[in-house]
């Protein structure tokens, strides 16, 4: 056998396993590519800046616009953008004054309920429904974040009333997870009117009505407004919104603020 050709031969192989690897790797870059397209950005509401009630210090929900990070525990949420929060604040330690830029409407609210904790989640006008599982804080004081197996479902901070007590229930969820639409991918669609139902574990159901919906810069987010006393049972829903920064993190927070009128 000539060992020039055997040479030749061996070098032409090479060549075509480098060529085909190179169009394997572009063919799954174009379909990334084609995947994301298709998605598009999420709905946002108005940015609100400079909120009287903005707190830097704040705890922030978790982050639903980065890559989906390795192991299946829950996680604290990411800084995006933004200082490490603190604590979650009391919710007792807030004046009744310190309420939502947006104040609820001058309308009846529903009588609380005896606590109850969450257990499903509907919103007709988004098409969410969806599990509700309970959700607390890292060893460091930080609100933990929807992760591994859950990290689709949304997430109630038992730190928080219940739905339908009185006082702000708070439940947060990914806008994204490992790049495609999450829970609460839509949220930034919801406006003043749309209903928000929370099914409890005692078997009652509890309906929102939504009288707010903002989204903040994550260095002005308003720490009174989400998680203070309010007179009556509240619900606050929350994602990540707005901009990406260099790491793949959102630099905004979404907030929905809903009053109880039925439960």
């Given amino acids: 056998m000539n060992p020039q ?4 031969q061996d070098g032409g192989r090479r060549t075509a396993a480098v060529v085909l690897a190179v169009l394997g790797l572009l063919g799954a ?12 950005a999420p709905p946002e509401p108005p940015l609100r800046t ?30 995006e953008g933004s ?14 004054s310190q309420q939502p830029a947006t104040a609820p409407p001058e309308t009846p609210v529903a009588a609380p309920l005896p606590a109850s904790e969450p257990t499903g989640l509907r919103i007709d006008a988004i098409g969410v429904d969806e599990q509700v599982f309970p959700i607390g804080l890292g060893q460091d004081g930080q609100l933990l974040a929807p992760r ?3 990290a689709d479902l949304a997430a109630w901070f038992e730190g928080s009333p219940t739905p339908g007590e009185t006082g ?23 406006e003043p009117g749309d209903r928000i139902e929370v099914d409890r574990q005692d078997g009652s159901v ?6 707010d919906a903002a989204r903040y810069p994550k260095d002005e987010f308003p720490t009174v407004a989400v998680y203070g006393r309010t007179a009556g049972p509240e619900l606050r829903l929350i994602t990540c919104s707005g901009d990406l920064d260099e790491d793949e993190h959102h630099l905004d927070n979404t907030v929905i603020s809903a009053r109880l009128i039925e439960g």
């Fill in 29 to 40: 870059a174009l379909v990334v590519f084609a995947l994301t397209s298709q998605v598009g």
């Fill in 168 to 190: 702000p229930a708070v439940i947060e969820g990914h806008v994204t997870w490992g790049g495609v639409p999450s829970v609460f991918f839509e949220l930034g669609a919801l």
């Fill in 50 to 79: 400079n909120d009287p009630l903005a707190d830097s210090g704040a705890v922030e929900p978790s982050d639903g616009g980065g890559a989906e990070p390795a192991g299946e525990e829950s996680a604290e949420p990411s800084d």
């Fill in 148 to 150: 591994g197996e859950r």
């Fill in 5 to 8: 050709g055997a040479s030749r």
């Fill in 83 to 96: 200082a490490e929060p603190s604590a979650v604040p009391s919710t007792a330690a807030a004046e009744p």
């Fill in 206 to 211: 509890a309906t929102f009505e939504v009288y």
